[in-house]
């Protein structure tokens, strides 16, 4: 064997060997405090011992090591809680030791963890920010008041749904309707409306639907198991191309989240008075005390805020609608018992131009808003508003555009 070969076997031995003591020297610490677990791999650690399904193998290993488990996941050091008993001893006594989350490499794109309040470690920023919110977004209160806000983006939605179902139809289609991105209009423009004061998108935006794609992008990368994330000698190479790809999409949404605080911060340096604040406004307005947290908010932060604030509200909204209706549609036995528990409650129906319960059409009116209160026990009627009905009826005039209808009223109830 010449010096070439040799040298060819040897220097990746050795990288490895210089990796696997570099990992060990990271995680570091004594083994006899550690609570129990399986033996790992070198490097690696358990990150292929766990399977396609890691919450039912660490199931299983909670009968052989007990409620708390330690899990080597390459460099990662990870303890499993899995007592309730267990977790309040944990969380009440050790809370600050463990409030900080673990942040992906994919979300210290731009900076966002750093500006967040999801992602941010505790301290000073956090506690000011997290404050803010509960104070002026995130109280009964506010969200009582924006009854009207919430009926107008639902009424929007369904009248884009009756317009694209109509279209669809025009153009000889069966009158389907792409539901998830008008479930993400709606609830967009109602966090929107909550923080900005206005309606920013509509169905027919190009803006809207780049933002929704994107949306979607950053919140899959950002769930996407990462290898840069348990091995951290990789995050400068980005094997798998997770934080570039985040860049790019956060990029476009930076954008576009960018673009209405200066519309706003424009407003203010014109001398513009707004009759009643939103969120955006404490943002920009908030100064500091001095002794706890930021004197102000960079507008880099406020951008990040609103963001997250976009994130948090949107598509989680909208996932959630589209997810819980079409189980209910699938699962026939739960639909009729929510059917059943709908029938027991009596409902405010406003209907404009005149029309009354007894002489509406629900083929001809589908944006229904909920006023004065009758009865929901006309079961037999053919313009029964019984949500059996709703979804004979909407299927008959739309197709297949029944999950939206009855996420509607059942929103509205």
Known sequence: MDSHTLLVFIFPAALILLLFIWTKAKTGGSATKRPPGPAGWPLVGNMFDLGDMPHQTMYKLKAKYGPLLWLQLGSVNTMVVQSPKVAAELFKNHDVPFADRKVPDALTAFHFNESALGMNTFGSYWRVLRRICSMEFLVNKRMNETEDIRRKCTDNMVRWIEEEAAVSRANGGPGEVQLNRLFFLMAFNLVGNLMLSRDLLDSKSMEGKEFFHCMNKILEL????????????????????????MVRDMTKTMKIASKFVKERIEEKQAGKQRAKKDFLDVLLEYEGDGKDGPDKFTVHDVNVVIMEMFFAGSETTSISIEWG???????????????????????????????????????????????????CNKRKSTNSYVVDHIRSTVLNALGRIIVPYAVIQVKQM
């Open 222 to 245: 950002a769930g996407t198991p990462n290898a840069a994330d348990f091995l951290p000698f990789l995050k400068w190479l980005d094997p798998m191309k997770i934080k570039r790809t």
């Open 325 to 375: 209706f079409a189980e209910l549609l699938r699962n026939p036995r739960c639909m009729k018992k929510v059917q059943e528990e709908i029938d027991q409650v009596t409902f405010d129906w406003e209907l404009s131009g005149g029309v009354t319960p007894e002489t509406m059409d629900m083929q001809e009116r589908l944006g229904l808003t909920l006023r004065k209160k009758v009865p």
